[in-house]
């Protein structure tokens, strides 16, 4: 701005025909224009001129500025001169490390600096920039930090703006001194502050210190206060914080990942003075102003102080968050409670006195939705605990949030942020709008890997839990194995008849193949070549289940209390493929046949009854909360298994360090017999291992062992190898057999199964979260009459006779020790099968790290954890023997005989688990 006007010396009448702007490059002449209230057609005004300079040069758009008029015959033509300031093309940051960029804009916008990319420029918003950046870096214990600005022009009219920053050495925290502080400790009060505090293990008093925090002289005031709130919940009422006062040193050292190299820099001690003055007590709590809640007595117990308890400050903020919250509960909800303490310092002693402004008692009158694009309003109102007409309760309130939250159909909502609260004090009613914001409602899962169990795997699962807004759900499954395959598919109407009445249907179908032999060859990594004879010791089969499940479930009124009753209807089939396996379940006293036929229509029919008690937040990402099962499988109700099985299963979820970590921990313990004379059948035994229970074993792949007392027969051979013929004068006739009785290792499962899951997880980054574990599990049997062997198997080992069995008719050259008496039966063998000590009382335990994504497309946790197995199952056992010497005839074909005998029938097991697992699933464990 040089000039006003050039050649006006006095106001002289007449016409202004046009207004003219020059200069102009990126402002259009009609914003220049628009920003003068002199107009083409106004009569010529000097004073209206000046006012439109004024606001032209006050917009600030310009360096310079100048109006001039030219006289015209029509009348006079106003000239505007500009000189627009730069534009910012481009800001540059040079030795900026500490922090990056982002955060540099986001402390100009929360600063309100106005300095950004395309802007003008203005050298006062550059020194704020200066300043605000100086302060930013401070923070970051970059408390010797210089900063200078370059600004470079770019032709036109444009500009490069650099700041060139030297950071310095980063100060941290060093010494924490209190002074005064007599009565309670240092390391207590350190662990008050929040921002300086060093970093470490909480309360582990020699490891809380490990790393010093960056000196941020913009948190100290807090830290201080923390520490002078501290004593306030100790009884020291009057405790007071002086002014900390710091004091800069330099200091040397090494970096641990560096030995060999010294480092330099700085660091400040802080010292806080502390008058800590005279302890108090609580003398009592008195109420006042309480009208519509006048029991005295039920107010005081929402403090949860007793009096003579020392004076807590903290215990009085919570109890007054609670008491406007149970004022919430009758619709108060304006009411304020006044704290007035009064002290008796004779006796150390403090009243509270609590004046309550009740205010006024509001209903309902509408409850509205907003952002429900898909989801229908009553399936929303249908889950309010609270209804229009009544009293507003604000309990009931945040209940129907919680319901609301467990559906899935929206992001999270919290009553703070999510729902608004409109008043109307004439005829105290409020209006409540609950914003949404509706979730994806298709889920898809993958799942894959390898397990010893499963073999390797890939499964799908599609979940619609919202169709077409009503709230149905719609669910498809299917997961296909090299040893495995599982389909399955479901629906669920959540509010049938217009009633809260839970009904769902569901038709699967499996098919499971065993081979323990391809399955320990998996766990190993290596082939095994295992003889015929070997491999009929082993279990291998096939199981193959089809059904249906139909469930209805109905809450109790107003709570998170839910009772079910289901009826699920199988038919499965087992085809075995050893003869272990062949013995194992026609021997097993499942069902009032046996043999063969009690491996095909084994029907199932059972009814189930439940009881859920659930107030977790949420189903894939709980933040706080507990749930609670109980159901039993009740079989027998047609069909021809008879089997009783009883599961509970109880979760806590709870919000840590401040709420930003969850601890959880899950404890599942159920039991199945049968009854009636059978026992349960086989598959319906409990096995563990996985994902969903112990994550560092193999799915399904934890059970008890035993031996399975069979009996079979063995050629009698001479030591070269040629078998010993029934009549030497026929060959035809066949070799000379000897039936003896074999164990055959099983895996029966158990008939108890406990498993507890601890897990603390950790955000990292939005749906990122680690989480370190630890599963514990317990699979065994307890009864064992519940593997006990049918009567008709029972008799038929009893009765076989084993051994060399003589007969006078059959010229053998070789005599039986004792003659014909010298046949043997089994004595003293168990109906019962009895497993081996070391497998069915064991302790398996994981542990290990796990890594939570939620996958925003698939609406499901994506998992990868690593597992190690402290306990485990690591032994070796020798098949007991039931074959003696004297089975075999005398003379070396008997000796070779039993040689052989031994060998192929009383193999060493070794039982060994994996000591670590690395895997990723789609799912959750609990």
């Known amino acids: 701005m040089t000039l006003l006007f050039c050649g006006i010396a006095q106001a002289q009448e007449g016409v202004i025909v046009d207004i003219r702007v020059h200069g102009n490059r990126r402002i259009p002449a009609d914003t220049v224009k628009s920003r003068m209230f002199t107009h083409a057609g106004d009569v010529y005004d000097q004073s209206s001129l000046e006012r439109d300079f004024n606001a032209l040069w006050n917009a600030g758009y310009f360096d310079d500025l100048r109006l001039e008029r030219e006289q015209t015959d029509k009348g006079w033509i106003i000239h505007v001169y500009v000189k627009e300031k730069p534009t910012i093309r481009e800001i540059k940051y040079e030795g900026l490390n500490s922090v990056t960029q982002s955060d540099v804009l986001d402390k100009f916008k929360e600063r309100k600096v106005g300095l950004s990319q395309e802007s003008q420029y203005d050298p006062t918003r550059v020194k704020r920039a200066e300043v605000v950046l100086k302060e930013l870096l401070a923070s970051h214990g970059r408390q010797f930090a210089t900063i200078r600005t370059e600004v470079r022009p770019i032709p036109p009219a444009a500009v490069s703006i650099t700041f060139v920053v030297k950071e310095g050495p980063k100060v941290k925290v060093g010494k924490i001194i209190f002074e005064g502080n007599a009565h309670v ?16 293990i909480p309360k582990s008093i020699f490891l809380e210190n ?8 913009t948190k100290l005031e807090e830290d201080a206060e923390r520490v002078r709130y501290d004593y306030q919940t100790r009884g020291y009422f009057k405790a007071i914080v002086g002014d900390p006062k ?11 990942y560096m030995p060999w190299k010294k480092t330099d820099g700085k660091v400040v001690d802080i010292t806080m003075p502390i008058e800590e003055g005279d302890r108090y007590k609580l003398k009592e709590i008195t109420f006042s102003g309480n009208k519509a809640i006048s029991n005295t007595r039920a107010l005081r117990e929402i403090f949860k102080m007793k009096d003579g308890d020392w004076f807590d400050a903290e215990l009085v903020r919570k109890g007054l968050d609670d008491l406007k919250k149970a004022y919430g509960e009758f619709g108060y909800i304006n009411a304020t409670a006044v704290p007035d303490t009064q002290f008796d310092d004779v006796n150390k002693s403090i009243t509270l006195k609590v004046d309550l402004d009740e205010g006024k008692q509001f209903s309902v009158r509408r409850i509205e939705f907003v952002g429900n694009t898909t989801t229908r309003d009553k399936v929303i109102r249908r889950e309010l605990a609270l209804e229009e007409g009544g009293i507003y309760n604000s309990r009931l309130w945040e209940m129907s949030l919680l319901r609301l939250n467990q559906l899935q159909y929206f992001e999270p909502l919290k009553a703070e942020t999510d729902s608004e609260t409109k008043q109307n004090n004439q005829d105290n009613t409020i209006d409540l709008t609950l914003k949404v914001r509706e979730k994806g409602k298709n889920s898809i899962g993958l799942t894959g890997g390898v397990s010893g169990l499963a073999g390797s795997f ?30 399955q598919f479901g629906f669920t109407e ?21 081979n323990y032999a391809k399955q320990l060859a998996l766990s190993t ?22 059904g249906f499940t139909l469930s209805s479930s109905y809450p109790l009124h107003r709570s998170f209390k839910r009772v079910g009753l289901s009826y699920t209807f199988s038919d499965s089939s087992v085809q075995t493929f050893s003869t272990a396996s062949t013995q194992y379940f026609q021997y097993l006293a499942f069902r009032s046949v046996t043999g063969p036929n009690a491996l095909e229509g084994i029907l199932t029919s059972k009814v189930t009854p439940s009881f859920t008690w659930n107030r977790i937040d949420n189903p894939q990402r709980p933040h706080r909360g507990s749930s609670f099962f109980l159901a039993a499988d009740i079989s027998g109700l047609g069909g021809n298994v008879q089997m009783i099985r009883p599961v509970t299963e109880y979760k806590r979820f709870i919000p840590v360090n401040k709420g930003r970590n969850v601890f959880g921990f899950r404890v599942q313990g159920s039991f199945v017999t049968g009854y009636g004379g059978n026992v349960a059948p086989p598959f319906e035994r409990f096995y563990m291992g996985g994902e969903n229970d112990l994550r560092g074993f193999d799915i399904r792949s934890v059970s008890p062992t035993a031996f399975l007392t069979d009996f079979t027969s063995i050629a009698l051979t001479n030591p070269d190898g040629t078998t010993v013929p029934i009549d030497p004068a026929h060959p035809n006739k066949g070799a000379y057999t000897i039936a003896i009785p074999v164990q055959r290792i099983i895996y029966p499962g158990g008939d108890t199964s406990v498993v507890t899951n601890l897990e603390y997880r950790v955000p990292i980054a939005g749906p990122v979260t680690i989480a370190a574990f630890v599963d514990t599990g317990w699979d065994m049997v307890l009864r064992n009459d519940q593997l006990r062997i049918s009567d008709q198997q029972y008799s038929t080992l009893t009765n076989t006779i084993f051994g060399c069995v003589y007969n006078p008719l059959i010229p053998l050259t070789v005599g039986c020790t004792g003659g014909g008496d010298a046949s043997h039966f089994l004595t003293g063998l168990s109906q019962n099968i009895t497993p081996i ?26 998992r990868i954890y690593y597992a190690y197995n402290p306990f485990r199952l690591d032994t070796t056992t020798t098949t007991p023997s039931p074959i003696t010497r004297s089975m075999f005839p005398d003379g070396a074909a008997g000796d070779y005989t039993y040689k052989q005998a031994i060998s192929l029938y009383n193999p060493t097991y070794v039982l060994r688990e994996p000591l670590k697992t690395f895997r990723f699933t789609v799912a959750t464990t609990f």
Do not use: C, H
Request: no cysteine; proline share 4%.
């Open 458 to 487: 890939i499964g799908v699962n599609y979940t619609t839990n919202n169709l077409l807004g009503k709230g149905e759900t719609l669910q498809l499954e299917a997961n296909v194995g090299q040893f495995e395959r599982n389909i």
């Open 185 to 200: 400790k240092a390391r207590e009060l350190r662990a008050a502050m929040k921002n300086l505090k060093p970093i470490g």
């Open 246 to 256: 710091t004091k800069i040193r330099d200091v040397s050292g090494i970096k641990w």
């Open 210 to 217: 490990l790393f010093a925090r960056t000196f941020d002289s």
């Open 525 to 546: 990594g290596q082939q095994l070549n295992l003889s015929q004879s070997v491999q009929d010791t082993l279990q291998n089969y096939s199981q193959s289940t089809t």
């Open 837 to 862: 000590d070391k497998t069915n009382y064991q302790t398996r335990m994981s542990t290990g790290l796990e890594l939570q994504v939620i996958m925003p497309i698939v609406n499901a946790p994506f």
């Open 494 to 514: 959540p509010y049938a008849f217009d009633r809260p009445l839970q009904l769902g249907a569901v038709v699967f179908s499996s098919k499971y193949d065993y």
